[in-house]
Structure formats: structure tokens, C-alpha cells
């Protein structure tokens, strides 16, 4: 079965940095493309980065330069490091895994930016 399990979410004040965690279980992590998505209060979901199977990555504008994903092949465990984070942030973020056509989200995380 496969599943993808986010935490490391939690408060934070404007200008911290969080780490999230993506564990990933039940397929061949090596295999398949990782992404990072988040969704703000009324807001549509965003994906904000995504890794390849080896090593590229793509960032939306928005996070380019402070926000990096990385992946470990031994853990089965994809990262998010965000550094200098802004109010607008504050969302649920979530990992995906990108299988054939097809996107398996976890749960997500919550990170919130407040002061």
C-alpha cells in the first residue's frame, strides 16, 4: 500500500525556517518524481517544488532562493527546508508522489507563520 506520511510542521515567526519530512512507504521511492504542494486558508493549492529520481528540482517563484527540496534514497524520505518565511506561508503542506499519471498525496502538515 502506499503511503506517504509529512510532518516537522508546527509555528514559526516570520523570517524562520521549519523543515518538513515526507516518508514514503509501500513503492520504489528511487523510482518516481517527489513534489511539495500547500494549500492557504481559501486558497487553491500551489505546488512549490518537485524533485526527479535524480536529484533536479523546480521551484514556483514564489519560494525560488529560500525554499529547497531534497530527498534521501535511504530513508525513503523526501525533504522541504524553508528558510525566511513570510505570513503568506502559512498553509498545509503536503507531499505527493508522482506514480505512472497519477499523484498519491499524504495528509499533509501544518505550518503556520505568525508573530
Known amino acids: 500500500q502506499v503511503r506517504l506520511v509529512e510532518s516537522g510542521g508546527g509555528l514559526v515567526q516570520p523570517g524562520g525556517s521549519l523543515r518538513l519530512s515526507c516518508a514514503a512507504s509501500g513503492f520504489t521511492f528511487r523510482r518516481y518524481g517527489m513534489s511539495w504542494s500547500r494549500q492557504g486558508p481559501g486558497k487553491a493549492r500551489e505546488l512549490v517544488a518537485k524533485?526527479?529520481?535524480?536529484?533536479?528540482?523546480n521551484y514556483a517563484d514564489s519560494v525560488a532562493g529560500r525554499f529547497t527540496i531534497s530527498r534521501d534514497y535511504d530513508k525513503n524520505t523526501a525533504y522541504l527546508q524553508m528558510n525566511s518565511l513570510k505570513p503568506k506561508a502559512e498553509a498545509v503542506y503536503s507531499c505527493?508522489?508522482?506514480?505512472?499519471?497519477?499523484?498519491?498525496w499524504g495528509q499533509g502538515t501544518r505550518v503556520n507563520v505568525t508573530s
Open positions: 524533485i526527479t529520481t535524480t536529484g533536479g528540482s
Open positions: 505527493a508522489a508522482r506514480i505512472g499519471t497519477t499523484d498519491v
